[in-house]
């Protein structure tokens, strides 16, 4: 007989399965339960954007594409990045499409990070970057956010947080799961920070389209003097709801990409070549159809965040993304335990946030990625469940 939890390596060993999916599981076995636990857009991706797809199936292009992506492809992304943000990057050797941001993150963790190197990462965030670290042979470094200041990285806290074995520095925003932004001021404030020291920065902005108010994205590789330390990180699955094609992409200096290349060469080879033409016609065309789904997210996010409010829960209005983060600490201390209850009494998945890392314990996610009519229900079956608290 095979032992074979000797076998099993110690960072895999180490790695705790995801909070999102625990969840997420349980609801597949439950009848007329509503999950709110997923960030998944609940739009088709636009039907043209499908159609390019299909044309490419049916005109037999099955073939690998070049490592780094199609080139038009790649031109397409280069001039969105000079149109959005007036950063000029050389789609040969400055861009590279992957399988969805998170190969991304995981290639860009693996491309710099040595053993006992410090990777800061703020908290709460998106459930990879501590595990992705991990298995780099890194050591995740948390950042504390907090509600009162609008769950935004401090230059303060970033700055206290630095040592001689710190190499990278992760900036999450629009936040997943708080629903935070940074203006050009703050980022400015750790853009000062970083210029006197050697460390990367890894900017997710797979959220960048879904921005509320007003507000627009800004991308820290504009900022003066980031562009030559930042990896842009960015994607399909949430402003052209095309999760399920499995597409992202990587900006940034040809001297910090050349490293990441070669590990998504022999890991990955190239992305699938189906979801980059659909790819090409969904930065070419679908700007109407993020502008649509960013409006009824808005939408969506001022309904939650008044019911939240009339509930008696609370929170920090998100400024990004499509999740809302409120507190349940008036209710209950265990976050895990409020969700588990809420699920089984009530039919409703939301995650804990203590998933998101320490910072996150004693809020619950809430993603409003969901039609009007679950969003309505859901609320009801919260506010009968605290009621009943």
Excluded at 172 to 185: D, H, K, L, S, V
Excluded at 224 to 237: A, H, L, Y
Excluded at 276 to 286: D, K, L, S, V, Y
Aim: aromatic share 10%.
């Amino acid at each position: 007989m095979i032992d074979y939890s000797s076998l099993i390596s110690d960072k895999a060993r180490t790695i705790k399965p995801s909070g999102i999916r625990k969840f997420f599981d349980i609801v597949n076995t439950m009848d007329d339960a509503i999950s709110l636990g997923v960030g998944e857009p609940d739009f088709q991706t636009p039907w043209q954007i499908r159609r390019a797809g299909i044309a490419s199936l049916q005109q037999g292009k099955t073939f690998y594409t070049s490592n780094w992506g199609l080139a038009d492809l790649r031109k397409e992304i280069a001039k969105y990045a000079w149109e959005n943000y007036h950063l000029e990057y050389d789609y040969h050797k400055e861009i590279i499409v992957t399988v969805g941001g998170s190969e991304a993150i995981d290639n860009a963790l693996r491309s710099f990070v040595s053993e006992g190197d410090e990777v800061l990462i703020p908290e709460p965030s998106f459930v990879c970057y501590t595990p992705l670290t991990i298995m780099a042979g890194g050591t995740p470094v948390p950042l504390k956010t907090r509600m009162e200041d609008g769950f935004k990285l401090t230059a303060k806290t970033l700055k206290e947080a630095i040592t001689p074995r710190t190499k990278v520095l992760i900036m999450p925003f629009p936040n997943n799961p708080t629903g935070a932004i940074m203006t050009r001021e703050e980022l400015e404030k750790i853009a000062a920070v970083l210029r006197s020291t050697n460390i990367i920065v890894i900017s997710d902005e797979i959220y960048c389209e879904l921005t509320y108010g007003g507000k627009k994205h800004v991308c820290f590789a504009e900022l003066p003097g980031m562009r030559e330390r930042t990896i842009v990180i960015n994607g399909f699955s949430k402003s052209y709801a095309m999760t399920g094609w499995r597409l992202g992409w990587v900006m940034a200096p040809k001297e910090m990409l050349a490293p990441l290349v070669k590990i998504h060469q022999f890991g990955i080879m190239s992305a699938p070549t189906v979801s980059q033409f659909a790819g090409i016609e969904a930065m070419r065309t679908g700007q109407d159809d993020i502008a649509y789904m960013r409006d009824q997210y808005d939408m969506r996010r001022r309904f939650m965040y008044t019911r939240l409010q009339e509930i008696g829960m609370p929170c920090f209005e998100p400024e990004g993304a499509f999740y809302i983060f409120p507190s349940i600490q008036k209710y209950m201390e265990d976050d895990e335990e409020f969700c588990d209850r809420l699920l089984r009494s009530k039919k409703v998945a939301v995650v804990p946030g203590s998933a998101f890392g320490e910072s996150g314990r004693g809020h619950i996610r809430i993603s409003y990625s969901y039609s009007m009519m679950h969003l309505e229900t859901a609320m009801e079956r919260i506010e009968e469940f605290v009621n009943e608290l």
